[in-house]
């Protein structure tokens, strides 16, 4: 399996998580308004300060700001961020996904997508949570989640501020409480992390929701590949079933952008697809 090496030591704990309360949602977000508040306004008018969501197509920012996967110019990092892009006029996203939580005690969100902007040029990337803005009313089908949630937190092996699930002190989640808030640490394939999860705790069939991280490169079930090892990825259809040995088998379809600026959409290959820096998403066991 292909690997990165990473600055720090590897946290033993490999699949971070907590159990949660969830519900779906409908998000009714607000024009004219910098994106990170639309959505966090849109989740506190629920009772949620923690959530996920798919970006639906169509949805339109100006003015429009982010960033791409880089190589990294120092030994701190395994790969890094380009520099901030500024596309004129509005962007129409294709597809994407959006983790939201907290970080530094305020609302903050990591959202990947792909887009076409106001020239026809297609890109991708990831979104800046308070240089972005919302051009027109849209409505997002979300998950809220409470009892954990998403805080940003220094990870010591990638050297990163990354999303981790956290539990909210007092919390004790009963058998009904089948969300589970996750994020997976690198250098594992994605689908034996998550379908070992699965199996530990006896969950037979689970959906996925959100899905915002990156791969080493991806190799996709028809064949295809991305070779750049550095990728922003975000899921855009994700379910757990028991495969042919009954055991919980995952089916996962993503949208990445690569450092070089490659593009590609499909459904990755079992068992080949390592993670490189984190993958966040919220499991609802069914």
């Not at 949805?59 to 030994?75: E, G, I, R």
């Not at 009313?137 to 050297?159: C, L, M, Y």
């Not at 956290?166 to 994605?190: E, H, I, K, M, T």
Request: net charge negative; aromatic share 8%; with cysteine.
């Amino acid at each position: 399996m292909r690997t990165i090496r990473q600055p720090g030591p590897a946290n033993p704990e490999r699949v971070q998580w907590a159990q949660a309360r969830g519900q779906r949602l409908t998000l009714e977000l607000k024009p004219g308004q910098m994106l990170l508040d639309a959505i966090s306004e849109a989740f506190a008018a629920q009772g949620f300060g923690s959530g996920v969501l798919r970006l639906p197509a169509g949805l339109a920012l100006s003015p429009f700001a982010y960033v791409m996967p880089a190589l990294s110019q120092t030994s701190e990092h395994a790969a890094f961020y380009s520099e901030t892009f500024r596309p004129e006029g509005v962007a129409r996203i294709e597809t994407g996904a959006l983790t939201f939580g907290t970080r530094d005690g305020a609302p903050f969100f990591h959202g990947h997508a792909l887009w076409r902007e106001a020239d026809g040029r297609r890109n991708g990337g990831h979104i800046l949570p308070d240089q972005s803005f919302l051009a027109e009313p849209v409505t997002v089908e979300a998950v809220g989640i409470d009892g954990a949630g998403f805080v940003a937190r220094p990870d010591p092996e990638t050297n990163f501020k990354l999303f981790i699930p956290a539990p909210q002190p007092g919390f004790v989640p009963s058998p009904q409480d089948r969300f589970f808030v996750l994020r997976l640490c690198p250098n594992q394939d994605v689908f034996a992390a998550l379908e070992g999860f699965c199996s530990d705790r006896g969950i037979a069939r689970a959906r996925i929701h959100g899905g915002v991280g990156s791969t080493i490169g991806a190799r996709f079930l028809d064949g295809g590949a991305t070779e750049p090892f550095a990728t922003e990825i975000a899921i855009t259809a994700g379910s757990v079933a028991p495969g042919r040995d009954g055991r919980p088998e995952a089916g996962i379809a993503i949208a990445l952008v690569d450092y070089t600026g490659g593009m590609a959409q499909g459904s990755l290959r079992r068992g080949d697809n390592p993670v490189l820096m984190t993958l966040e998403l919220v499991l609802e066991a069914e």
